[in-house]
């Protein structure tokens, strides 16, 4: 198949977005926007650095990747609208590979009423995709990393470390339980878009999807905001049968394996009934895990409490005691 009747054959028939002027097929896409502020993100997946086929069906890896980038619209408090993507095909891949990519992406964006409206189409060496999202707010409530204040509550929504369990399980000869349920949160996770999108009437609120795992996000919300942030163990919430994996795994998972894609956010407690009603509106679990603080030493630090003591969490995964 030339370049030509691949475009061709990925273009939408019609587009759901009234926002959009000109859509695949002419130099680039023309959207008009004068209300809203427009946000865009943009992701990369090369095979054997972001993905695997031995745990990811071409359709995933075009679910997934879309999913990706969506969660981070949706850790902005954005609502999905656009996205456009570049690919770089490999001789290795069917034309019928390629196009499942493109169902995955689909699928997902169906979800969301978002229109495929570009991007470009390149033969190489490697399969690489790399998925622009654009996405809108209302005016000035875009939610920001650098939000977090002294006496915040800190809370995610859904449960840890369940992407990597579904990995595990994948890539080993294993009998553990509920193995659909990892494997789907591994291959198709749930961009939490509604629950950010209930959250649009709070004055205040940061916001992180966790993609690399909480030790990192809740890090970077630290020091963007420039204070503490302190968790506490007992409180992070895992799936029911999540305890059937070794415990070193479940540690190294919920704190430091990531792409779950869930929502870690800090809000004043003032605002904590309106983020649990936001919640039950969204039909979204959510859990408070921990509080901001700041002192003047501790900048950007993210402590783990237990019972005893408590831990300083670098997001490389070591430990130290502090
Ligand atoms: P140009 O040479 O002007 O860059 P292209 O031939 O690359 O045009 O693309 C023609 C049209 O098809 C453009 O609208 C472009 O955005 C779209 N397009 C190309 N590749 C893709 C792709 N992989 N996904 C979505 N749209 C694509
Ligand atoms: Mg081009």
Do not use: C
């Not at 865009?40 to 069906?57: G, L, N, Q």
């Not at 939000?147 to 990995?167: C, E, P, W, Y």
């Not at 994948?170 to 553990?176: A, H, Q, R, S």
């Not at 205040?204 to 420039?226: C, F, H, Q, Y």
Request: no cysteine; charged share 25%; glycine share 6%.
């Amino acid at each position: 198949m030339d370049e030509f009747s691949f475009i061709d054959s990925i273009k939408q028939h019609s587009y759901k977005q009234s926002s959009l002027l000109k859509g695949i097929g002419d130099d680039a896409a023309v959207f008009r926007q004068p209300a809203q502020d427009i946000v865009t993100a943009v992701d990369t997946f090369v095979e054997d650095v972001h993905f695997s086929r031995k745990t990811m069906e071409p359709y995933h890896v075009g679910y997934r990747g879309l999913a990706a980038n969506i969660s981070d619209l949706a850790a902005m408090g954005a609502s999905p609208t656009f996205y456009l993507v570049s690919i770089v095909i490999p001789k290795t891949w069917s034309m019928k590979d390629v196009d499942q990519i493109f169902h995955g992406m689909r699928e997902i964006a169906a979800v969301y009423q978002m229109d495929l409206i570009g991007g470009d189409t390149v033969f190489g060496k490697e399969l690489a995709v790399s998925i622009t999202v654009i996405g809108y707010t209302e005016r000035n409530k875009a939610r920001y990393r650098s939000s977090a204040r002294n006496g915040d509550i800190v809370f995610v929504t859904g449960t840890l470390g369940d992407s990597q369990a579904g990995m595990h399980i994948l890539l080993n000869e294993n009998k553990y339980e509920n193995k659909d349920y990892y494997i789907k949160k591994h291959q198709k996770p749930l961009p939490r878009v509604d629950f950010a999108k209930a959250l649009a009437d709070l004055p205040r609120v940061a916001l992180n999807d966790v993609s690399d795992g909480i030790a990192n996000e809740a890090s970077e919300i630290a020091v963007a905001s420039g204070v503490s942030i302190h968790l506490y163990d007992e409180q992070l919430p895992i799936s029911q049968s999540y305890q059937q994996f070794p415990l070193d795994l479940q540690r190294k998972w919920k704190l430091f394996g990531g792409e779950d894609f869930e929502l870690l956010g800090t809000v004043a407690k003032e605002s904590w009934l309106d983020v649990k009603e936001a919640a039950e509106k969204s039909q979204t679990p959510i859990t408070k895990i921990g509080y901001v603080h700041y002192s003047v030493d501790e900048v950007g630090y993210v402590f783990l409490h237990d019972n005893k003591d408590r831990q300083l969490l670098q997001k490389d995964g070591y430990i130290h005691k502090k």
